[in-house]
C-alpha cells in the first residue's frame, strides 16, 4: 500500500442485517479497506465481534480486512484473524508484554503486522518496532466506540510521527469527518477509518465518494 491514501470504512456502526450491501455500497464508493474493530469488553469497554463474522465479511468483499484488535491476550487469536482472511492484524501496544514477538508472529502467519496506540500512549513506546511493522495506527478517539469525536493532540502525535518516518503507512481511528479529514491528511495520515460518518448515513456509497474526493 505504501503511501497511498485509502479510505477504510469501519462496519462497527453498520446495520449487520444489511452488511452485505453496506459493503457493496463502499466497495463502490472507492474504499480501499474494510476496517473490523474487534473488541472484548475487557480492553475496551464494549464487545463487538470476532474471527467468525470477519471470516463472513471476507467473503462477502473483495475489499482487504483491516482488522484492529481491542483485546486482552492478542497472541492467543492472532492466528483465528489470519484464518478469518485478515490483510492487516493491528495489536495494541498496550495489550502484550512481547510486542516484538507478537508483530513477528502476525508477519510469520502471513499477514501484515500493524501496531497501534491508544490517545494517551506516547510514540516513544512503539519507537523501536516502527521498523518491523508494515503500519501504525493512531488512535484519535478512546477506543471502545465509534460517534466519539476526535481529540485534537493525536494530530500532534501524528505530525511528529510522520516527520519521524516519512515511508510509513499512518492510520488515523476515530472521529474522523468529512469536515476534518484534510487536517488528519495534512497532520501526515495516509489510511482514514471512517465509521459512523459513512455507515451512520443514509447513502454510505456517496458519503465514501466524498471521502475518497477528500482525499485524493
Ligand atoms: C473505536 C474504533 C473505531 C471507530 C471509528 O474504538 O476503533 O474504528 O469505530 O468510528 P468513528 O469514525 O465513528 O469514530
Ligand atoms: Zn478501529
Given at each position: 500500500?505504501?503511501?497511498?491514501?485509502?479510505?477504510?470504512?469501519?462496519?462497527?456502526?453498520?446495520?449487520?442485517?444489511?452488511?452485505?450491501?453496506?459493503?457493496k455500497?463502499?466497495?463502490?464508493?472507492?474504499?480501499?479497506?474494510?476496517?473490523?474493530?474487534?473488541?472484548?469488553?475487557?480492553?475496551?469497554?464494549?464487545?463487538?465481534?470476532?474471527?467468525?463474522?470477519?471470516?463472513?465479511?471476507?467473503?462477502?468483499?473483495?475489499?482487504?480486512?483491516?482488522?484492529h484488535?481491542?483485546?486482552?491476550?492478542?497472541?492467543?487469536?492472532?492466528?483465528?484473524?489470519?484464518?478469518?482472511?485478515?490483510?492487516?492484524?493491528?495489536?495494541?501496544?498496550?495489550?502484550?508484554?512481547?510486542?516484538?514477538?507478537?508483530?513477528?508472529?502476525?508477519?510469520?502467519?502471513?499477514?501484515?503486522?500493524?501496531?497501534?496506540?491508544?490517545?494517551?500512549?506516547?510514540?516513544?513506546?512503539?519507537k523501536?518496532v516502527?521498523?518491523?511493522?508494515?503500519?501504525?495506527?493512531?488512535?484519535?478517539?478512546?477506543?471502545?466506540?465509534?460517534g466519539?469525536?476526535?481529540?485534537?493532540?493525536?494530530l500532534?502525535?501524528i505530525?511528529?510521527?510522520?516527520?519521524?518516518?516519512?515511508?510509513?503507512?499512518?492510520?488515523?481511528?476515530?472521529?474522523?469527518?468529512?469536515?476534518?479529514?484534510?487536517?488528519?491528511k495534512?497532520?501526515?495520515?495516509?489510511?482514514?477509518?471512517?465509521?459512523?460518518?459513512?455507515?451512520?448515513?443514509?447513502?454510505?456509497?456517496?458519503?465514501?465518494?466524498?471521502?475518497?474526493?477528500?482525499?485524493?
Amino acid at each position: 500500500m505504501s503511501l497511498k491514501q485509502i479510505i477504510a470504512p469501519s462496519v462497527l456502526n453498520a446495520n449487520f442485517l444489511e452488511l452485505g450491501n453496506g459493503l457493496k455500497a463502499i466497495e463502490n464508493g472507492g474504499a480501499g479497506l474494510v476496517h473490523l474493530d474487534i473488541m472484548d469488553g475487557h480492553f475496551v469497554p464494549n464487545i463487538s465481534f470476532g474471527p467468525g463474522i470477519s471470516a463472513c465479511v471476507g467473503k462477502g468483499t473483495c475489499l482487504p480486512l483491516d482488522c484492529h484488535l481491542m483485546i486482552e491476550n492478542p497472541e492467543q487469536y492472532v492466528e483465528a484473524f489470519a484464518k478469518a482472511g485478515a490483510a492487516y492484524i493491528s495489536v495494541h501496544a498496550e495489550t502484550t508484554n512481547h510486542l516484538d514477538r507478537l508483530l513477528h508472529q502476525i508477519r510469520e502467519l502471513g499477514v501484515k503486522p500493524a501496531v497501534a496506540i491508544n490517545p494517551a500512549t506516547p510514540l516513544e513506546s512503539i519507537k523501536y518496532v516502527l521498523g518491523i511493522v508494515d503500519m501504525v495506527l493512531i488512535m484519535s478517539v478512546n477506543p471502545g466506540f465509534g460517534g466519539q469525536s476526535l481529540i485534537p493532540y493525536c494530530l500532534d502525535k501524528i505530525r511528529e510521527l510522520r516527520a519521524l518516518c516519512p515511508e510509513l503507512d499512518i492510520e488515523i481511528d476515530g472521529g474522523v469527518k468529512l469536515d476534518n479529514i484534510v487536517a488528519c491528511k495534512e497532520a501526515g495520515a495516509n489510511v482514514f477509518v471512517v465509521g459512523s460518518a459513512i455507515f451512520g448515513k443514509p447513502n454510505p456509497e456517496e458519503v465514501c465518494r466524498e471521502f475518497v474526493k477528500k482525499i485524493s
